[in-house]
Structures are given as structure tokens and as C-alpha cells.
């Protein structure tokens, strides 16, 4: 299975194989602005000049050629529309040039099952945090069930907007260590910024505005770092760990860009271990967007027969996780 990503910022394009040593391949590129936010159309030019050579690469890297390959996932939604526009062009392209199904794969799905598949844990309540979702999911009757969602940023989008804004980019995780929680080192707890979980909903605008109006009235930035990140954090795994509670899982999964983040890590660490689940880090390479979670997923779901035709396969902006059947779940990994 050729697998393609293209959601967000990274062009990503995998081979795996239903045997080991499964991931053949795992080709990326990396669009990094030298300043501000990402602006979707820069984004998807850049992928639109690199899409051949990552094709070619995976391909190459795997050690097989396209004809090999049974077939083609691509990540179909949730995501921004001129990057997914690129990927699914791509995907179509490939599919029907060389006569190859196509498999629509949704990228928050595939981020669930890029960490089931890398753990072994089979029937997790899963964090799911990146720069563009944040949310609490687990399984049950046939799809992901959203336990608890952001009602307005993603976490990720909160650091990183937060780290652009106070110039302490580039906002991303390096070395196990958001620029948010570097700054935090050292700095202390503070009062005045809004902790906020609405039922199991999490909140972040309120906390940026507040963060930000602080910084900007000479209040010490690695002070309201360490507040906003340990406030930012422990909403989210309180959530997680309601979930954990209530659905009476024994496993704990974290996926998402910011499943990278080791001060994450190590705080669901020790609320599982509280509880007496199981809790497995994924590596930080596949916790960011990678073309490898869309190949694994797209190859489940080729085998239980979803395919799509190159005519239909429309990109899905808003294509949330609850709306995808997930039949293979106890099948996988
Ligand atoms: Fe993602």
C-alpha cells in the first residue's frame, strides 16, 4: 500500500507491506515559514514542487516499483484544503494512470491507528493532539467516539501561536521539547490565567488572550510558559483521565503532533499508572503527520473493501472522526 499525506505541513508519502517488517518506506517534506503562521496556498505550492520526488523517493527506498503496489490511500480530510487538494491530485493521478484502487483514508483515524499499530495496545481511550484537533476518543460500535473536543483552538495551535506571538518560534517540537516548554523551564506557577474544562470540552482562546495580555504587561515570559503549558496539559489529561474512568479502559494512547511533547508524555504517564492502565509512548517521528499512518490505515481498510472511485474521491475539510466506520478495529494492528 502507497500511502499519501498532505493535511497540514509535511508531504508525506509511505510504502508498507502486510508482513514484516510492514513500513518499507516513509518519505517527507517539511514546509517550515521563515515567519509566521502557515499560509495554506505557500504550503501548497511547496508540496506541489516536491510531490514527484517524494513519490519517487518512497518508492525507491522501499525497493518497488509503482506496479507493485495493490493500491493507494490518501489521506482525504480533515485538513486544509489547497494541501489536501495536492495529495488527493496526486493519489488520483497515480491510481489512474497505473489502474490501482484507491483507498480515501480519514487522517485523524489514521493517527489513532498509527498508534495502535506502533504500541500493540488494542482497545485504548486515546489524546489526540495536534495543531489542527484536539480531542478524547475511544471505540466503540463501529467507530471512534469523540469523549471530549476543543471548543475552539487545538492545543497545538495554542503553542505554536503563542510561541510565534511572544518570538520564541520556531514553535515545533525538537528533541522531545516544544518552544513553549523550553521556555518554561525554570519559570513558576502564577495566578490569573483561566483554567478551563466545559463539561469534557477544553477550552484554549480565553488562555491565549490571557497568556499573551500578561507577557505584553512585563510579566516574566518563562513564568506564564510553565502556567500556560501546565494549564494547557493538565485540562487535556483531566479530560483523558475522565475518560479513562468512565469507559473502563485499561490502555492509553497518545497520538498528534504534540504527542512528541515529553512533558505530555510523562503526565499521562502518571495518571495511568494511577489508575493501573497501560500507557505506551509512541515514537516522536510518527507522532506529527507522516505518510506511513495513511498507508497502514488505507491497507485495513483496503482489505475490509473500501475503495473509491477516482471520479469521487473529493477532499473533506471538516471530516471528523465519528463519521468514519472502523470496522477492523478489533482485527487491528
Ligand atoms: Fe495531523
Redesign the pocket.
Known amino acids: 500500500m502507497l500511502g499519501v499525506e498532505s ?2 505541513h509535511s508531504f508525506g508519502v509511505s510504502v508498507v507491506s502486510d508482513s514484516p517488517p510492514y513500513i518499507l518506506s516513509d518519505s517527507r517534506r517539511v514546509y517550515t515559514p521563515r515567519e509566521g503562521g502557515i499560509l495554506p496556498r505557500e504550503v501548497a505550492a511547496f508540496f506541489s514542487r516536491v510531490a514527484g520526488e517524494v513519490v519517487r523517493e518512497a518508492l525507491e527506498s522501499a525497493g518497488v516499483r509503482i506496479g507493485d503496489v495493490d493500491a493507494i490511500a490518501v489521506a482525504l480530510g480533515p485538513g486544509m484544503g489547497p494541501q489536501l487538494r495536492v495529495g488527493a491530485t496526486v493519489a488520483r493521478a497515480l491510481a489512474s494512470y497505473y489502474s490501482k484502487p484507491l483507498v480515501p483514508v480519514n ?1 485523524a483515524v489514521a ?1 489513532v491507528e498509527i498508534a495502535r499499530f506502533l504500541t500493540g495496545l488494542r482497545d485504548p481511550i486515546v489524546l489526540y493532539v ?1 495543531g ?2 484536539t480531542a478524547v476518543v475511544s471505540y466503540s460500535e463501529g467507530r471512534y467516539r469523540v469523549f471530549g473536543e476543543t471548543l475552539d483552538m487545538p492545543l497545538g495551535n495554542l503553542l505554536d501561536t503563542f510561541a510565534r506571538e511572544v518570538g520564541i518560534a520556531p514553535p515545533y517540537v525538537v528533541g522531545g521539547m516544544h518552544a513553549v516548554d523550553r521556555c518554561a523551564e525554570g519559570g513558576d506557577f502564577i495566578e490569573g490565567l483561566p483554567y478551563i474544562v466545559k463539561g469534557q470540552d477544553s477550552s484554549f482562546s480565553g488562555l491565549l488572550t490571557a497568556a499573551l495580555r500578561m507577557v505584553r504587561s512585563g510579566v516574566r515570559l518563562a513564568d506564564v510558559c510553565y502556567t500556560l503549558r501546565e494549564i494547557a496539559y493538565s485540562s487535556v489529561v483531566e479530560v483523558l483521565e475522565r475518560g479513562l474512568a468512565h469507559t473502563g479502559r485499561r490502555e492509553v494512547l497518545l497520538t ?2 504534540v504527542a512528541a511533547s515529553k512533558i505530555l508524555n510523562d503526565k499521562i504517564e502518571a495518571m495511568a499508572r494511577l489508575h493501573g492502565a497501560v500507557y505506551k509512548p509512541i515514537p516522536a517521528r510518527y507522532a ?2 507522516n505518510g506511513v499512518m495513511i498507508a497502514v490505515t488505507g491497507m485495513a481498510a483496503y482489505k475490509w473493501g473500501y475503495t473509491i472511485e477516482v471520479s469521487r474521491a473529493f477532499i473533506r475539510q471538516r471530516w471528523r472522526i465519528d463519521q468514519v466506520d472502523v470496522p477492523w478495529y478489533y482485527e487491528f494492528p
Open positions: 493535511t497540514a487522517h493517527h495536534a489542527g484537533n498528534g503532533g506529527g503527520d
